[in-house]
């Protein structure tokens, strides 16, 4: 069974960086793609960004240019570098893994930016 376990979240103020990781177990098969989708109180859960095995890449219009995601194939993990956060990035942050078809989810992590 596969288990994604995400890192990193935190409270900090606007303007500010911060960097999550998430990383995979239980398989001995890389992950097709991995990424990373955010949920806010009282909103949908929506991508934020996600990365292949190639490292193909893709944003939300949201982020790009201030996001960039990233993975080691080797150690099935994946990070998000977040820079110029803004109030609206709060969220909890969960880390989506795909293998063999079957999709998979951390069990978020909590950021805050405050103004």
């Known amino acids: 069974q596969v288990q994604l376990v995400e890192s990193g979240g935190g409270l900090l103020q606007a303007g500010g960086s911060l960097t999550l990781s998430c990383a995979a177990s239980g398989t001995i098969f890389t992950l097709d793609s991995m990424g990373w989708y955010r949920q806010a109180p009282g909103k949908q859960r929506e991508l934020v960004a996600a990365v292949t095995t190639g490292r193909s890449t893709k944003y939300s219009d949201s982020v790009k240019g201030r996001f960039t995601i990233s993975r080691d194939n080797a150690k099935n993990t994946v990070y998000l570098q977040m820079n110029s956060l803004k109030t609206e990035d709060t969220a909890v942050y969960y880390c989506?893994?795909?293998?063999?078809?079957?999709?998979?989810w951390g069990k978020g992590t909590q950021v805050t930016v405050s103004s």
């Open positions: 989506n893994g795909i293998c063999a078809g079957r999709d998979y």
